[in-house]
């Protein structure tokens, strides 16, 4: 069985290369999806279908959407993973990048939930248990 960081490299790579769907046996039945809440439209999302819908809606929405590791946190089914993620506009090619901390519970192999923080600190908080 693959390690969490090992599972969670394949999954940012298929997204990067095959884009959403080629990440969707990644994603767990339940899943659940949590936006930072300093997000613009923050909601949460969850199962398997409706975590895919937003994540191909960003996606659409934005054009270009690649995710780069910068570091993991963590182990034994929750993982911090420190990302950061390069936009380009798909209609104005307006490009830009943003810092987020994913914190995420794998279940099974695959990916149960994720929580964003645009702080880094908070996130770090957020998988050791600890309010921010």
Known sequence: MLGDAQLLTRVYD???TGGVRAVADYIHPDAEF?????????????GREAVISYLE????????????????HGAGGRVG??????????ASGYETEMRVMHVI????GQVRRVQGFFDR???LAALVGKPA
């Open 14 to 16: 298929a997204f990067n």
């Open 105 to 108: 519970d794998i279940e099974d």
């Open 121 to 123: 600190e908070e996130g």
């Open 57 to 72: 809606n960003f996606v659409e929405a934005w054009g270009v959407v690649n995710i780069v590791i910068e570091e993991f």
């Open 81 to 90: 993973a420190q990302l950061c993620i390069e936009l380009r506009g798909a």
């Open 34 to 46: 949590i936006d930072p809440v300093e997000f613009p439209g923050a909601d949460h999302y969850m």
